[in-house]
């Protein structure tokens, strides 16, 4: 009381009043300028006829702040959510030190942790949980490679699945080698292997799905070695001034490398990277080998012996008959390019990723010795770079979905699941809107100080920056257009054509055997040394070797 007492006094004689970085005439001043309160009560001003209204910056309509259920209202309510929560807590006391048989790693593309929060009231509201982050070990993981703060999808692959920071732009490389050198590519005693290679060696089935190109950076790290990750076919590195025959493009090392001819399952899209230029898909698009080879022959030549299956479309997945070991070897390539986003995908042609999932599943759940299965969400990234993240957090739905899935049909005493991002992005969640206020629209507790509203969502550059600032014009007023339309290109303070990543740490969520190991925050490059320790594979340290 005697607080409140002093700062009325205080405003009283216009001494202690935090002033504010822009001057508002005729409206009285918040006391916190850092901490609004003015929303909460003020109403609306009414202009005099033909007049505009003047606002504060933190002045808009009342709002009733209301809780998303009457029972939030009542202490009992997030006490017993409380207690409920240390009740989970309280059972990670029983660790799981098991052999992993399996390990499924999830990769979220781009999946920062606002891109999570914002989610959650995309499908619900903020206090809804997506399937994994019910998993019961949660860690931190540091996202920087060999030579920059900010990585991208290439080292990032190679960190986290071949366990050594790497340099931006390249694959399965040690930091010895440079983006774009061909010599250093060639050369072995710079080349790491994957976890997938540790798996095949130990006698586990392996395999991938992902929504992006097959010989894409993040599912790229499972077999490839390449010093640039653009090098997805052979006149890429043709157009570089170097020899294929030397440095061997991504699509060739998948279908004729040591890792990737074992590959059991892989499912995606970039049919083209397959294909000659002579050649057109079932789509129409021409392939883009310059060396005349079509590469899916290849794969289809090499598994003649097994009982192999290469399927185009999502009704030839659904058929395929995976269930009794009549399936070994799967190839699904079903876009020519990367798979649509799911929010435009056609039902006929483009399986979902739990679908993949589901499949990928079957196949190698026949191997008795286990297997280890790489899941990327990719599509996620690219929403975020074009600033569109309807798009983003519409494949983040997707994503959790196929780990629910996995998750419910397997034990969580022989099988190790793993959930985690690359890197992430500029994307941020702001301002003090009411609960359960559209995260796809403005913020509704809060104009600017340009008297125009803003989104709740803005990225700190990327294509958005144009067409909300337009050149000599106010800023868009966004009331006025369809913030949900799947094109719409939210605001950014820097312009660029993309959208660039974000450099902070990334969430691992874990369950299963030995997923305490997950918790903490750590080096990006720990997490297949921690799968391989569970799982006992690889030539480090595993729970097969110590007592520990």
């Given at each position: 009381m005697m607080y409140r007492v002093c700062v009325l006094l205080a405003l009283a004689v216009g001494g202690l009043v935090s002033s504010s970085p822009v001057h508002h005439p005729n409206v009285e001043e918040e006391y916190d300028p850092m901490h609004p309160q003015r929303f909460l009560f003020l109403e609306p001003e009414v202009p005099a006829t033909g007049q505009r209204s003047k606002r504060s910056s933190t002045s808009m309509p009342k709002l009733r702040f209301e809780p998303a259920t009457p029972a939030e209202q009542h202490a009992e309510y997030w006490n017993n959510l409380a207690q409920d929560t240390l009740d989970r807590q309280l059972h990670k006391n029983k660790l799981n030190r098991k052999v992993a048989k399996n390990v499924i790693m999830f990769l979220g593309d781009g999946l920062s942790i606002p891109t999570l929060a914002a989610t959650r009231v995309y499908v619900g509201d903020e206090s809804t949980e997506l399937s994994f982050e019910r998993f019961p070990y949660v860690g931190l993981s540091k996202t920087y490679c060999a030579n920059v703060q900010v990585a991208d999808s290439a080292c990032t692959a190679t960190a986290y699945l071949a366990g050594v920071k790497a340099n931006y732009g390249t694959i399965g490389l040690t930091a010895a080698a440079s983006l774009g050198d061909c010599q250093a590519q060639n050369d072995t005693a710079n080349h790491v292997h994957s976890i997938a290679k540790w798996a095949q060696d130990a006698g586990l089935a392996t395999g991938f799905v992902t929504t992006t190109e097959v010989t894409n950076?993040?599912?790229?790290?499972?077999?490839?070695?390449?010093?640039?990750?653009?090098?997805?076919?052979?006149?890429?590195?043709?157009?570089?001034?170097?020899?294929?025959?030397?440095c061997q493009d991504i699509a060739t090392q998948l279908i004729h490398g040591e890792v990737g001819k074992h590959m059991r399952v892989i499912m995606g899209g970039g049919r083209r990277e397959f294909l000659p230029t002579h050649q057109t898909d079932i789509e129409g698009i021409r392939g883009r080998r310059t060396d005349g080879a079509d590469l899916i022959k290849h794969w289809q030549h090499h598994h003649s012996q097994h009982r192999s299956a290469y399927v185009q479309n999502r009704i030839q997945l659904l058929e395929t008959n995976t269930n009794r070991g009549e399936t070994e070897y799967l190839l699904g390539l079903f876009s020519s390019k990367h798979l649509p986003y799911h929010l435009e995908a056609d039902e006929q042609q483009i399986p979902t990723l739990a679908e993949m999932v589901s499949k990928a599943m079957d196949i190698l759940e026949r191997n008795d010795d286990g297997y280890f299965l790489f899941v990327e969400g990719g599509r996620i990234d690219h929403g975020h770079h074009y600033t569109q993240p309807i798009r983003a957090f519409d494949e983040t739905v997707e994503f959790a979905k196929a780990?629910?899935?996995?998750?419910?049909?397997?034990?969580?005493?022989?099988?190790?699941?793993?959930?985690?991002?690359?890197?992430?992005?500029?994307?941020?969640?702001?301002?003090?809107?009411?609960?359960?206020?559209?995260?796809?629209?403005?913020?509704?507790?809060?104009r600017a100080d340009d008297e125009l509203p803003y989104a709740t969502?803005?990225?700190?550059?990327?294509?958005?920056?144009?067409?909300?600032?337009?050149?000599?014009?106010?800023?868009?007023?966004?009331?006025?257009?369809?913030?949900?339309?799947?094109?719409?290109?939210?605001?950014?303070?820097?312009?660029?054509?993309?959208?660039?990543?974000?450099?902070?740490?990334?969430?691992?969520?874990?369950?299963?055997?030995?997923?305490?190991?997950?918790s903490g925050t750590y080096e990006q490059h720990f997490l297949p040394h921690a799968m391989a320790y569970a799982a006992c594979i690889g030539s480090g340290r595993t729970a097969c070797s110590t007592n520990e």
């Open positions: 950076a993040s599912p790229a790290g499972m077999y490839a070695h390449t010093a640039n990750r653009n090098w997805e076919y052979n006149g890429a590195i043709e157009k570089d001034g170097f020899d294929p025959s030397v780990i629910e899935m996995a998750r419910s049909r397997t034990s969580q005493d022989n099988t190790l699941i793993v959930v985690t991002a690359d890197h992430s992005h500029t994307m941020s969640m702001s301002g003090y809107s009411s609960r359960r206020n559209d995260i796809l629209g403005v913020n509704n507790g809060q969502i803005s990225y700190a550059n990327g294509p958005g920056y144009d067409r909300n600032v337009p050149p000599g014009e106010p800023r868009l007023d966004l009331n006025r257009v369809d913030m949900r339309d799947k094109s719409f290109a939210f605001p950014s303070t820097v312009p660029l054509g993309l959208e660039t990543h974000g450099g902070d740490d990334v969430a691992v969520f874990a369950s299963g055997p030995w997923a305490h190991l997950f």
